[in-house]
C-alpha cells in the first residue's frame, strides 16, 4: 500500500511534468518511476478536472451519534 506522503509526492511530480508540457505517460514515468497505472489514472483526472485534488462525495457515510439522532428525530417528527 503506498502512503499518503508518497501520494502526495506522485501529485507534485506528475503536476510539475504536466505543466512543463511533458503530456505523455511513458516519459513521465521514465523520469519518475511512478507506476503508469497511477499516471494514466491522474492524467485522465487532470484533463476532466484540471486539477489532482480529492473528489468530495465518495467516503463513507456520516453515522449520527445520539445528540444528533434526537434534534433529527424531533425536527422530523413534528413536520408530519
Known sequence: MT???DLKNHHISIL?????D???A???HRETNIPLRT??????KLKQTNSLKH??????QHVLNGIEKKSYWSIYSTEQ
Request: aromatic share 12%.
Open 3 to 5: 502512503s499518503s506522503g
Open 16 to 20: 510539475h511534468h504536466w505543466n512543463k
Open 22 to 24: 511533458i503530456r505523455s
Open 26 to 28: 511513458p516519459a513521465i
Open 39 to 44: 499516471i494514466y489514472y491522474n492524467i485522465n
Open 55 to 60: 473528489r468530495d462525495g465518495n467516503s463513507r
